[in-house]
């Protein structure tokens, strides 16, 4: 049984009245981390030119393939290796997570870990709706001990109608929030949220924490000295 993030599961670790171990397994396996390949998500890849004439790739994710029995607690890859590209194969850093890429997918947990190796800086755009109607999203995390990932933008209803979503750690340097990117979720809803913003915001669309309260929060860290509501 390949399981070796739970070595030491049991039934009773289980809510419910779980008693097969096989059942068990399965469930244990469906709540482990799973970084995404390339075969897990439909992508796109762009060629760029660096100040000193250097190649570099990025890649957008257009479409995530979901599998309801490992799709909850997802790792996107902050870069992709040795992907095929114009009769080539190229190493490329995640710059954008497209328009409803991952719309109502069963997710759970999300995180962004890896590091790119483009050696010029790539912030990452999140698109519109990209993570809407996730009923189940809990949290979305891209932590600065697991990956240089900042974000340019989270697009308007990015994470919209998200009702049980209450942790969010993401980093900007003159980044946006576009409209609605965060209503209808639970960002607000417990004293231990997790709810961290960091870096510059630069813009802070109309109604984008609407039916969120996150910014009442005194907990609530939304880092920047020109961050602008409209």
């Known amino acids: 049984r390949d399981l070796h993030s739970f070595p030491t599961r049991r039934s009773s670790d289980l809510p419910g009245c779980i008693v097969d171990d096989a059942v068990v397994d399965a469930v244990w396996k469906s709540r482990s981390e799973k970084e995404l390949t390339t075969g897990n998500f439909w992508y796109d890849i762009s060629e760029h030119t660096d100040s000193y004439g250097r190649k570099y790739y990025t890649y957008k994710i ?27 194969y190229v190493d490329a850093v995640l710059k954008e997570i497209g328009y409803r890429s991952f719309r109502n997918r069963y997710l759970e947990h999300v995180k962004v870990k890896g590091y790119s190796n483009a050696g010029v800086y790539i912030p990452v755009k999140i698109g519109n709706e990209a993570f809407s109607h996730n009923c189940m999203l809990d949290d979305f995390y891209a932590l600065a001990n697991e990956t240089d990932a900042e974000f340019s933008e989270i697009g308007d209803e990015a994470f919209n109608g998200n009702y049980n979503f209450d942790n969010v750690v993401v980093s900007s340097d003159e980044g946006t929030i576009g409209k609605s990117a965060f209503n209808k979720t639970a960002l607000d809803s417990w004293s231990g949220d997790k709810v961290e913003f960091k870096g510059n915001w630069h813009t802070v669309g109309e109604s984008a924490f609407k039916n969120a309260g996150l910014l009442d929060r005194k907990s609530t860290r939304l880092n920047s000295s020109h961050a602008r509501l409209s």
């Open 62 to 88: 257009t479409s995530f393939i979901a599998k309801p029995d490992d799709s909850n607690n997802i790792v996107i890859p902050r870069m992709i290796k040795n992907v095929y590209y114009k009769g080539k």
